[in-house]
């Protein structure tokens, strides 16, 4: 009896310690073992690493099994467990804690796997994950947390910017046993949870898109950033620029699996996970023109032609300073050609006056990228003001090395985090690679790093204008590619040429302004010598204090005799802008409404490129104010600074 007895109790300690495990299978997950059971009463899976870590680490998935496993396929390589238990339609609420805490303690004592486990939950799996770790800190190595939910009020609530779910609301509700009055001051959510994975200093990593509906991360992971930062905690946030909801995780999941294993087992990271992204570069010609200046010429001129970008402190300095104290024997002289708003096509008509007319340029830094894409020109545009730039300059001296740079701005990122390349680089590298052109894609560096963990957009970098830190990296770059292209045993180069033919016969490389005083026939039409406004809306160096041909009457009208394939306008486009009409040759008269979307707080200087593709001839331009305007003007006003020729 008491060998009956004793079998009994070992045969009822097992069945207690599997947690009434029934209808177990065995299959293969990606190519590792896996074992599906239910585990009183929920479906759940245990996948097997080929082989073990030291450590037996695991990953405990919390929802949407299988959903963009990149993370967990990289962590079974590195020999963690991945467990996953289905607490479906519980929304973290204490039953599902408590389903949690028994599975826990099951795959504990069955697979002796670390006591310490790390959570991983997917949008709706935030709330079980931070509702666990809240209840059992002791038992988390950290979290990573992906577009996850925070608070039941945003979602499936809906009560704030995104839409909710009605129908997981009613659900949500009734798991929690509250009603919706109650949810509004309801504290067993992350977003007050999360307290106590702060306060105990638990590791937290979110992945999130900047423009999730669903999910709103201001609503969200932003509540959760502010209580780890009142804490003093450990938390990471990699925002993806211009992403929704979905997909979730990372492409490369690299920065997710660094940042676990540096909370687990820091002797698993590699150098491919702890390393850098690698810097955007295309070399396509070194700078032997340049070395060459360098070695055999006391003064050596270097030009910066960009946007305001390139107008503001920064790159541009410590590319200067970089230059002085490498080569100290020479005597550089810097144009500093940026203007802030412009990009590739008024840089093209610009050119001679505010770069090669001060004298042979040894190299030319350019960029236009985000000016490009932001002013709105169009991809035939880009082009042919970005060739014009360049074959102008290569026409003024074949020698000269031209280096072209991409800037980053939310929408590039946007696009790169969507798989596209931004439109603008797409016909900007056409002109770098049909002229040999080295070029240097900062806008994907950025992103990539950003992916990578190394520094975020919204606290580091902060604007297309970038703070101190952006532009120590944009020059850490600059001058990375300048170090590389003086060394010309590295690398394959191409010989510097000017290809016969340009990419399109009407980019604008016979670009440049014609005075104003050739215009002719004035009618209500005034040359001032200094014009300034008469409002207090702002205005643009250079651009106020100048001559210009001004008037405010409709039926204003002036013309002009001039010879080229193009013909444009450099206007102040301010509140008060109006809309004009011109004809070409004789031609039906064309309209071209001068008010922009800064218009009602600046004079903005802008270069309308009124035709572009005539014969390479002598023609004749006339210009008259209309009567009419944008909903956004107050007024009828046109004040040109120079005619654009090509």
């Known amino acids: 009896m008491q060998h009956f007895l004793r079998n009994f109790i070992i045969l009822l300690f097992v069945a207690l310690s599997i947690g009434f495990v029934h209808a177990q299978t065995e299959s293969t997950w990606n190519g590792y073992r896996m074992l599906e059971f239910v585990h009183e009463g929920n479906h759940a899976k245990i996948v097997f690493p080929d082989k073990p870590d030291s450590g037996l680490n695991w990953i405990w998935r919390a929802r949407f099994w299988g959903h963009e496993p990149q993370t967990d396929l990289a962590l079974l390589k590195k020999g963690f467990h991945l467990v996953y238990i289905d607490v479906a339609d519980l929304y973290g609420a204490p039953k599902a804690v408590d389903i949690w805490n028994r599975f826990y303690d099951f795959a504990l004592s069955n697979y002796h796997l670390n006591p310490k486990v790390v959570l991983e939950g997917f949008s709706r799996g935030g709330l079980i994950v931070y509702n666990w770790a809240a209840e059992n800190p002791d038992k988390v190595a950290c979290i990573y947390a992906d577009a996850p939910v925070c608070d039941i009020n945003s979602w499936p609530g809906g009560k704030g910017r995104g839409p909710g779910s009605e129908g997981?609301?009613?659900?949500?509700?009734?798991?929690?046993?509250?009603?919706?009055?109650?949810?509004?001051?309801?504290?067993?959510?992350?977003?007050?949870?999360?307290?106590?994975?702060?306060?105990?200093?638990?590791?937290?990593?979110?992945?999130?898109?900047?423009?999730?509906?669903?999910?709103?991360?201001?609503?969200?992971?932003?509540?959760?950033?502010?209580?780890?930062?009142?804490?003093?905690?450990?938390?990471?946030?990699?925002?993806?620029?211009?992403?929704?909801?979905?997909?979730?995780?990372?492409?490369?999941?690299?920065?997710?699996?660094?940042?676990?294993?540096?909370?687990?087992?820091?002797?698993?990271?590699?150098?491919?996970?702890?390393?850098?992204?690698?810097?955007?570069?295309?070399?396509?010609?070194?700078?032997?023109?340049?070395?060459?200046?360098?070695?055999?010429?006391?003064?050596?001129?270097?030009?910066?032609?960009?946007?305001?970008?390139?107008?503001?402190?920064?790159?541009?300095?410590?590319?200067?300073?970089?230059?002085?104290?490498?080569?100290?024997?020479?005597?550089?002289?810097?144009?500093?050609?940026?203007?802030?708003?412009?990009?590739?096509?008024?840089?093209?008509?610009?050119?001679?006056?505010?770069?090669?007319?001060?004298?042979?340029?040894?190299?030319?830094?350019?960029?236009?990228?985000?000016?490009?894409?932001?002013?709105?020109?169009?991809?035939?545009?880009?082009?042919?003001?970005?060739?014009?730039?360049?074959?102008?300059?290569?026409?003024?001296?074949?020698?000269?090395?031209?280096?072209?740079?991409?800037?980053?701005?939310?929408?590039?990122?946007?696009?790169?985090?969507?798989?596209?390349?931004?439109?603008?680089?797409?016909?900007?590298?056409?002109?770098?690679?049909?002229?040999?052109?080295?070029?240097?894609?900062?806008?994907?560096?950025?992103?990539?790093?950003?992916?990578?963990?190394?520094?975020?957009?919204?606290?580091?970098?902060?604007?297309?204008?970038?703070?101190?830190?952006?532009?120590?990296?944009?020059?850490k770059t600059i001058v990375w590619t300048l170090e590389k292209m003086l060394n010309p045993q590295e690398g394959v180069w191409s010989a510097k040429m000017i290809p016969t033919r340009p990419l399109d016969p009407y980019s604008y490389f016979n670009g440049h302004f014609l005075t104003i005083k050739k215009s002719k026939k004035r009618r209500n039409w005034d040359l001032e010598k200094a014009w300034h406004p008469q409002d207090t809306a702002a205005t643009r160096k250079g651009f106020v204090e100048v001559p210009a041909l001004v008037t405010e009457s409709p039926g204003a009208i002036f013309s002009l005799k001039f010879k080229g394939k193009a013909i444009g306008i450099l206007v102040a486009a301010g509140p008060d802008a109006g809309i004009i009409e011109y004809s070409v040759d004789g031609s039906y008269y064309k309209e071209v409404d001068l008010y922009t979307k800064w218009s009602n707080w600046l004079h903005l200087p802008w270069l309308y490129v009124l035709e572009d593709e005539l014969r390479n001839d002598d023609h004749h331009l006339v210009i008259r104010m209309t009567k009419n305007r944008n909903k956004g003007s107050t007024g009828t006003a046109c004040r040109i600074f120079a005619f654009a020729v090509n």
């Open 168 to 475: 997981d609301w009613q659900k949500c509700l009734q798991a929690y046993g509250i009603s919706e009055t109650e949810a509004g001051n309801f504290e067993g959510t992350p977003v007050h949870t999360a307290k106590i994975v702060a306060r105990e200093k638990i590791p937290v990593l979110h992945v999130c898109g900047t423009a999730d509906e669903i999910v709103p991360i201001e609503e969200n992971s932003y509540r959760i950033e502010k209580i780890f930062a009142d804490f003093g905690s450990d938390f990471k946030m990699i925002e993806k620029q211009g992403v929704g909801h979905h997909p979730h995780s990372l492409v490369n999941p690299r920065a997710i699996v660094r940042f676990i294993l540096e909370n687990t087992s820091p002797d698993l990271l590699t150098e491919e996970l702890t390393a850098s992204v690698p810097r955007s570069v295309v070399f396509r010609q070194n700078l032997g023109n340049f070395q060459n200046r360098l070695k055999s010429a006391k003064k050596v001129r270097v030009a910066f032609l960009g946007g305001s970008i390139t107008y503001n402190g920064g790159w541009r300095d410590s590319t200067m300073i970089y230059l002085r104290d490498q080569f100290p024997a020479s005597d550089f002289q810097f144009i500093s050609a940026g203007i802030p708003s412009m990009g590739s096509v008024p840089g093209a008509f610009r050119l001679q006056k505010d770069v090669l007319a001060e004298g042979k340029i040894d190299l030319l830094f350019v960029e236009a990228a985000v000016n490009d894409a932001t002013n709105g020109r169009s991809a035939k545009a880009q082009i042919r003001g970005m060739e014009g730039i360049v074959r102008q300059s290569m026409l003024a001296n074949p020698a000269m090395d031209i280096i072209m740079m991409h800037f980053v701005d939310p929408d590039k990122m946007s696009d790169y985090n969507q798989g596209k390349t931004p439109e603008v680089i797409i016909q900007h590298e056409k002109v770098a690679s049909h002229y040999k052109i080295t070029s240097i894609n900062l806008a994907k560096e950025v992103n990539d790093r950003i992916l990578n963990g190394e520094f975020t957009w919204r606290h580091d970098f902060v604007d297309l204008h970038p703070s101190p830190f952006g532009q120590e990296i944009y020059a």
